[in-house]
């Protein structure tokens, strides 16, 4: 399986409809600047062009620039067709590394929480996970108070390894499981 900028849908779509769109690279530029006002709503909330996340798509931007082939495996839009605006974000954190691993992330608009939409998305990376022949490894990083995803994350099959220190998010327990043993849904 080759990673290409097609939307990934959920492993069931009886069950989901959600899937993740890539962001285009003019469109990343313009979040990580803080220009949203212009874009389409399709790319746009307040949630993905708010302040919590104008560091994660300067990041993203940066790290575009540098290694373009990361484009379709980092963050993307969850979209729910029947919502006008994205729900949320996810993906992975690039593409996988020399051991097989790749980091997953997700963020809900607060406004859209407990809809099942960080799950749907879960089981979305996972399967791409497991169809892809670089991946052996998924990791997924925690903050320690965060009691839903740590919850979430451990019904899939991830275990702790450890901890870490990210300069944006504090200490994160990580998370992981292999992309063979995870279960999708």
């Given at each position: ?11 069931e ?41 104008v ?67 879960l089981e ?62």
């Amino acid at each position: 399986m080759t990673i290409t900028s097609s939307p990934w849908g959920h492993p069931e779509p009886r069950r989901s409809r959600l899937h993740l769109d890539i962001v285009p690279e003019s469109i990343l530029r313009a979040l990580a600047a803080g220009e949203s006002a212009s874009l389409p709503l399709r790319h746009v909330s307040p949630c993905v062009a708010g302040p919590e996340c104008v560091a994660l798509w300067r990041m993203r931007s940066e790290q575009i620039r540098r290694t373009p082939t990361d484009l379709p495996w980092i963050t993307r839009l969850m979209i729910d067709p029947q919502v006008t605006t994205p729900v949320g974000l996810a993906g992975f954190h690039g593409a996988p590394d020399e051991a097989g691993m790749v980091e997953i992330g997700y963020r809900v608009d607060p406004a859209q929480r407990r809809r099942g939409y960080a799950r749907r998305s879960l089981e979305t990376l996972l399967a791409v996970a497991q169809r892809h022949p670089d991946v052996s490894m998924v990791r997924a990083t925690v903050s320690p108070d965060n009691v839903a995803s740590r919850a979430l994350v451990t019904s899939y099959g991830f275990v702790e390894t450890g901890e870490q220190w990210d300069e944006e998010d504090g200490l994160e327990t990580i998370y992981e499981v292999s992309a063979s043993a995870a279960p999708s849904s």
